[in-house]
């Protein structure tokens, strides 16, 4: 089919406590549901390092020029399926699976303190939690500080707002992977109608948010 949307949709390496990472395991199963034959759907497990977030998420940009880039994390304390608004510049103190942090404790040095994804995350979640789906959606502004809020804060800024975080839960709480990859589905479904409506909004956002800190990994 000629003009396909690419979208990418990255999970993570297992780390900590989790030895089995639910992203990972839920955009495994995205994969096999696909998102339809207009999409061109690629999948990628990264790792939780921060300088091979770096390296990676600007070759992927580079390479594939997709539509929508989408990452999903693990968060220990989710008992939904959350849609996250925003990434966050500054205050990476957690060391990751090589035992490091970014001197700085920043992404981006000089880059401003949130960057908001093109998308609404309220409408998609209204959206999905108007489906019938069976799965619960919400909206968070905290994506918590470690290679999650790490990832989403270089991706929007490389790809000028046209990415997506997703924090699911670990599996079996509540949901299985088959829940989580429909819950994926249904969500960037509904990300990529809106992109369609208005593909061009401003991305940036230079507001405080008031940094709470949550256990998302």
């Not at 580079?62 to 008992?79: D, I, K, W, Y």
């Not at 510049?89 to 949130?114: E, H, I, V, W």
């Not at 046209?162 to 839960?169: E, G, K, N, W």
């Amino acid at each position: 089919m000629a003009n396909k949307k690419k979208v990418i949709v990255t999970g993570f390496e297992p780390f900590g406590k989790h030895a089995v990472n639910s992203s990972w395991v839920a955009v495994q199963e995205l994969e096999r549901l696909g998102l339809g034959e207009a999409v061109d759907l690629h999948v990628c497990e990264v790792p939780v390092e921060y300088q091979a977030v770096q390296g990676l998420l600007p070759s992927l940009w580079r390479e594939h020029q997709p539509q929508l880039m989408v990452h999903v994390g693990v968060s220990g304390l989710a008992t939904t399926v959350t849609l996250e608004q925003c990434g966050h510049n500054n205050g990476y103190k957690r060391l990751d699976n090589c035992s490091f942090c970014p001197a700085s404790q920043c992404c981006m040095d000089g880059g401003t303190d949130c960057i908001h994804s093109v998308l609404d995350m309220d409408a998609v979640c209204q959206r999905v939690n108007d489906s019938g789906l069976g799965v619960t959606v919400s909206v968070s502004k905290d994506a918590g500080r470690y290679l999650c809020d790490y990832t989403y804060y270089t991706s929007l800024y490389l790809g000028r707002g046209h990415s997506a975080f997703i924090h699911v839960p670990p599996l079996g709480k509540p949901y299985s992977s088959q829940d989580l990859g429909r819950a994926l589905q249904a969500a960037i479904q509904e990300m990529l109608k809106l992109l369609e409506l208005d593909p061009k909004q401003d991305a940036r956002c230079n507001h405080k948010q008031h940094q709470q800190q949550h256990e998302h990994f």
